[in-house]
């Protein structure tokens, strides 16, 4: 029999049920829990977090599994307890209530709010003790406690004003304009002011990636060819991945560097992150040619096979952890110089303590022995400083590195959360599909790195994950589901359904829809593109407000009567719930407005239908007037505005054999956000299984007959001349993306 003492032991949730254990009565967010709240007459206790969030255990431990916290907690509060991963709509909302009170958020998040849920007070961490000017979490509870019972009309007020913030906040404000072109240029300036020349990267610590921002700049040098964007480009994707933000050994990207020298990381590894990060390399790639950047984004893809990959169902897991409990900070990713030595002969361990800045201090607070992996030193300096070859110094860093990790895996391992996320994992399907029609096979040294054959593999994973969201997390009358499958539930039950329903949001279509026109390029399969178009559709049936534009985050916001979204259990919508949102800032991931403009523009290319262009630019028009005070943060919006602004161009390649291989590495070959290629058999050609919108336009291309590949570049449904020969293709291509 469970020992269990609250509701959580038996969630869904892997963060939920970690909790199972505290003395705690939690419950989960649901009708029952406010309902409760308004029973009792008691202001309930909001907390939300990950499990992949390190604050979020502590305060946990120091707080929430204290018997004399957890009475105060069960006599004065009704404690509900949130994942931020499985409920972005919850978290998104209580996080502006919060930034607006105390003028920031994070996690753990901690609100309180009435008994129908209106945030009145909240911060984010509160320590056991007073300590650096906060106050203790039982101070906090009781002043709370008091202020509910005894001044209930100010809470009130205040919860009211608070409610008005979040009704007004994030694209709901009216500041709306014609949308113009010109915002692209402004947010490449916007990034170039604060590109850090020394360390790459945008501002100082913390240092977050922006990868829809490096997109856009990417994008940017591609056309234009201007050096102090190429600058900033290589700058940033060689700084990164240098450095311990970048996992050295496993490969892969952790969340964030604490400092400004992407030196040393918050820990915790996360699904999105490195499929946005995936496509960084990979178009730097394009864009530059550097091998390197394409080294690494094979190293990001082992990574994800190795750890984020369901290999028999098909899909993605949401992330890896930090630590193994709270005393570890990253010590089973980082070294002390006694832990190198144990595992590398005397030549190795002098390499590697020279390559990846192992020394007796390292740079880990809480263990200053403790060293984070990062190339301080490249090979070609090693071997001048010790007098060996080059080429021996590198297979020494290569033999050491296999030792190192060969070590590390037989250290506790943080947890994998299993959690199969819909809008993740059509990022990382994206992400996969882009880096398997680009990437080059490594070269012979980089053993262990996927190889031709196995970019193929990717690409065929990709498509059995979709596959897997299409099958188990979409119907066309009900919609689609944020999550397949749960941690710790998949194990048990296969790839059967999550125990309980969380209706999809935004994100889950918009990126879906995306996912579904990157599998229809990459295999011209008709299919694809149907269910990409159904998809949008119902987004577009469910999500889109028709009297202001944009779309909401969860359906059918704009009836405001409180209805129950599509697919999701009744009456859900409590508290901050009840706050239209429409997001426009990319945090973490791409923001939902904007990906969903992407979306439409890319059907517009694909049907040559004009009212899903209309959408789109209803869509950015609502954020025209506040675009560029945003700046990187709304990077996504600059990558629909490309689409938006600038004529895209369509590369269709028909034919088989190597000089159809040749013409179609040349298609995909140059870089341009708003570029596609799709490449059909003859016999496929003939068959239609084209764009809707270039059906007209290809299948009678001269030279078919006699059995001659052919491309044919298209310009806003303008088509030039077919071309045969793989370097008139490229120059063909380049002028396209260049002239606009």
Sequence with gaps: MSTSRNLLAQSSSPYLRSAGHQPVRWREWSDEAFAEAQRD?????????????????VMDRESYESPEV??????????????????????ARYQTAVAAISGQGGWPLTAFLTPQGKPFYGGTYFPPQDMMGRPSFRKILLAIAEAFRERRKDVEEEAGKLMHALEHAEGLLGRSAAFSPRIVEQMVQAGLGIFDREHGGFGAAPKFPHSSV????????????????????????????????????????????????????????????????????????????NLFFARIARDIMRWMDEWLSDREHGGFYASQDADIDLDDDGDHFTWTRDEARAVLDDDEFEVASLHYDIEEVGKMHHNHAKNVLWVRSPAEEIALRTGRERRQVEQLIDSAKK???????????????KTVYVSWNSLCISAYLQAARVLPPPPTQEQGLPSGEAMSEARSFALRSLDRILSEAWNPERGLRHVIAYSGQAEDSGAGAPKRLVAGLLDDYAFTALACFEAYESTADLSYFRFGKSIADFMIAHFYDRQGGGFFDMADMANDSGASTPGSPAGERIGALTAQRKP???????????AAALALLRLYALTNQNHYRELATQTLEIFAGVAEQFGIYAGTYGLAAIWLARPYTQVVVVGSGAAADALYAAAVKPFAVNKTVIRITEEEAMAAYLPPALIDSVPHLPGLAEGRPLAVVCSDFTCQPPVGDAQELTKSIYGSIRQQ
Aim: glycine share 8%.
């Design 41 to 57: 007459n008691k202001p309930v206790l909001l907390d939300i977090g990950a499990v992949w969030c390190h604050w979020c255990h």
């Design 70 to 91: 957890a009475e105060i907690i069960n006599t004065h509060f009704v404690p509900v307890k949130v994942d931020r991963d499985e409920r972005p709509d919850v978290d």
């Design 214 to 289: 490096l997109d856009l700049l990417i994008d940017w040098y591609a056309r234009t060819g201007e050096e102090q964007v190429g600058t900033v480009i290589t700058t940033t994707l060689e700084k990164m991945a240098l450095g311990g933000v970048y996992d050295q050994l496993a490969g892969g990207f952790h969340r964030y560097s604490v400092d400004e020298r992407w030196c040393v990381p918050h820990f915790e590894k996360m699904a999105y992150d490195n499929s946005e990060l995936l496509k960084n390399y990979v178009h730097g790639y394009q864009a530059t040619g």
């Design 403 to 417: 030792k190192m990790y060969s070590a590390r895996l037989r250290r506790p391992i943080p947890y994998v959360d």
């Design 584 to 594: 426009f800032q990319d945090s973490p991931t791409p923001a939902g407005d904007s």
